[in-house]
C-alpha cells in the first residue's frame, strides 16, 4: 500500500448501555433497565475506519462532524483508534444510536440527531486524499456524505480500488467501483428484485441488476450466516460459505467491507478479498461482536470532561461559539495549552491570538494530561478553576477540555481557520514545523505564533515558589497560596526569568 485507506461515509455516535430488568415500571408495563455501564464508539463509516486501524491500516476517514458535544466525542474516539479525521462541516446535529442491552441482547434502540443534515464542502486536502489513497471504502448511511458533488467526483477520478457499501436511503454507487457489498435486504430492495424463485437465485438477480445499473465490475451480497454471493462480468456467481458463528452482528457488516478493502488495497484479486471479508466477519461475531472487538484504546476512552464552570466551558459551549461564527462568515481562532498559573505572559498570547479572528477557543489541558506531560505534581490549578479564570477573560470565548496529550482530536472537531502557538518558534525553522500545521492543512487552516511576552514561565514561578518558601529570599509568614504565587511572578519577571 503506498497511500493511506481512505474511507468516506457517514458517522455515527454509537453509544451501548448494559443493565439489568428486574421490575417493571409502576405506571406502564414496560420493563425499568437499571444501567450497570455504557461504552461510546464511532459507528456507521466511523467503525469500518476503526476496524481498518485496528488491522494495522494508515486509515483517513473523510465524514461531516456537527458542531456539537457528541461531534467533540467522536473526534476524541477516532483519535484514540489512530484515525485519522477529515471532517467536513456538518448542518444540524451529530446522529445517535443507543442501544439498551440486557445480558447481551438488544432490549431497545433510541435514534436522535433528527434529520441529515447538508455536508460542507470538501478542502482541496481532502480531494488530494482520494486521489492519492491505496484504496476507499465509502460506507454510506445514507445521510449526505456520499452524495456530494465534489466528493463523487473524486471517487471516479481516483485509480484506488474502491469498495462501495450502499444504503437504501444513498445515491447509487459511482461508476467503475471494484466491489459494491450490500446484505440481502438492500440489494432487494435497491435492485427492485421481484419475489420469486430460490434465495441463491433471488440474490443473484438482486447483485446483476446492480452490477449493470452501477456499471460495477463485481457485487457481493452478504447473506448473514450464510456468507456471501459474488458476481461478476458474464461469470456463474460465486458462493462463499460462512463458518458457523452466533452472537451479536452488530457492525459485521462493516468488519466485511473494511476486511475486504484493506485486501483490495494490498493487490488481493476481488474474489479473494471477498473469501478474506466473510471469514473475518464470520470471526467477528463469533468472538462478541462490537463489544470485543473494539481496540482497547477506544474503550478506555474516558467520559467527556465535565467541569460546571459555566456556559462557556465545554463542547457544548465551544460548538455554539463555532457555529454560530460560521454561520457570519466569521474567522474560528484557536490556541491550547496547560494555563497552569495564568500569567501576563498567557494573557497576551490570548489577546493576540482573539484579534486574528472573530472568536476565541482555548484547548486546556485536563488535569490528567498535563500529569502526563509534566510529571505528578503538575498541576499546581486543578482544571475546573483553570477552566473558569480562562473563560472569564474577555477575549476568551469559550473552553474546550481535552484528556489527551496532544488536541489533535479537539482540533479536527472544532476545525478553527487559525490555531495561535506563543513563543519564539522562529529560531526553530517557523510555524511550518509545528505539528499542528499538518492537522490544520486538512481543512484549509493555517497555523501562526505570536510573540512571547518575555520574562514569564509558569515552570519558573513555580520553581521560585517552592525554593523561596522558608527561605531568606521569601518572606516566613507568607502562608497564603494567592499570595505566594504573586510574589513568585514578581521574582521571577524581575529576573527575566524564561
Request: include cysteine.
Amino acid at each position: 500500500m503506498t497511500g493511506p485507506v481512505v474511507v468516506l461515509g457517514d458517522t455515527l455516535l454509537d453509544r451501548d448501555v448494559e443493565g439489568l430488568v428486574n421490575r417493571l415500571c409502576p405506571d406502564s408495563p414496560v420493563p425499568v433497565l437499571d444501567e450497570t455501564s455504557s461504552v461510546d464508539r464511532p459507528g456507521g463509516a466511523g467503525l469500518a475506519a476503526v476496524f481498518a486501524a485496528a488491522q494495522g491500516a494508515e486509515v483517513a476517514l473523510v465524514t461531516a462532524v456537527a458542531d456539537d458535544a457528541g461531534g467533540a466525542r467522536l473526534g476524541t474516539l477516532l483519535a484514540a483508534a489512530g484515525v485519522r479525521l477529515y471532517a467536513l462541516p456538518l448542518a444540524g446535529a451529530t446522529p445517535e444510536k443507543v442501544r439498551l442491552r440486557v445480558r447481551g441482547r438488544v432490549l431497545l434502540r433510541h435514534d436522535r440527531g433528527g434529520a441529515a443534515g447538508v455536508p460542507g464542502q470538501p478542502s482541496d486536502a481532502v480531494l488530494r486524499l482520494i486521489a492519492d489513497a491505496s484504496a476507499v471504502l465509502v460506507s454510506d448511511y445514507g445521510r449526505g456524505v456520499a452524495g456530494h458533488p465534489a466528493l463523487r467526483a473524486a471517487l471516479a477520478a481516483t485509480r484506488a480500488p474502491v469498495v462501495w457499501d450502499p444504503h437504501p436511503r444513498g445515491p447509487a454507487a459511482v461508476p467503475g467501483v471494484h466491489l459494491a457489498t450490500p446484505n440481502e435486504p438492500e440489494a432487494r430492495d435497491l435492485a427492485k428484485t421481484p419475489p420469486g424463485g430460490s434465495r441463491l437465485a433471488a440474490a443473484s438477480r438482486s447483485a446483476q441488476a446492480l452490477r449493470r445499473r452501477w456499471q460495477a465490475r463485481a457485487v457481493a451480497v452478504t447473506l448473514g450466516g450464510d456468507g456471501a454471493l459474488l458476481c461478476h462480468a458474464g461469470s456463474t456467481p460465486l458462493v462463499v460459505p460462512a463458518p458457523p458463528a452466533e452472537g451479536d452482528t452488530c457492525g459485521a457488516g462493516d468488519r466485511f467491507a473494511s476486511t475486504a478493502t484493506l485486501a483490495l488495497a494490498r493487490g488481493a484479486l476481488v474474489s479473494e478479498a471477498v473469501q478474506e471479508a466473510v471469514a473475518q466477519a464470520s470471526a467477528y461475531v463469533a468472538g462478541g461482536g462490537v463489544a470485543s472487538a473494539l481496540p482497547a484504546p477506544v474503550r478506555a476512552v474516558a467520559p467527556a470532561v465535565v467541569t460546571g464552570g459555566g456556559d462557556r466551558i465545554g463542547a457544548g459551549a465551544a460548538g455554539e461559539v463555532v457555529a454560530r461564527v460560521r454561520a457570519a462568515g466569521g474567522t474560528v481562532v484557536a490556541t491550547g495549552g496547560c494555563f497552569d498559573l495564568l500569567h501576563a505572559g498567557h494573557v497576551a498570547t490570548l489577546q493576540a491570538a482573539r484579534q486574528l479572528g472573530d472568536c476565541l477557543v482555548v484547548c486546556l489541558n485536563s488535569d490528567a494530561s498535563v500529569s502526563g506531560l509534566k510529571g505528578p505534581e503538575r498541576p499546581v490549578v486543578p482544571q475546573g478553576d483553570r477552566g473558569r479564570l480562562l473563560a472569564a477573560l474577555g477575549c476568551v470565548d469559550a473552553v474546550l477540555i481535552f484528556d489527551e496529550p496532544t488536541p489533535e482530536a479537539a482540533l479536527s472537531w472544532l476545525r478553527p481557520d487559525i490555531w495561535v502557538k506563543g513563543g519564539d518558534y522562529a529560531s526553530g525553522g517557523g510555524a511550518e514545523t509545528l505539528p499542528e500545521s499538518e492537522i490544520l492543512a486538512r481543512w484549509g487552516g493555517h497555523t501562526v505564533v505570536v510573540p512571547y511576552l518575555d520574562g514569564r514561565s509558569t515552570t519558573d514561578m513555580i520553581a521560585a515558589a517552592r525554593a523561596g518558601r522558608g527561605s531568606a529570599g521569601w518572606p516566613a509568614a507568607a502562608v497564603d497560596p494567592a499570595e505566594a504565587v504573586a510574589q513568585a511572578v514578581a521574582r521571577s519577571t524581575a529576573k527575566g526569568a524564561r
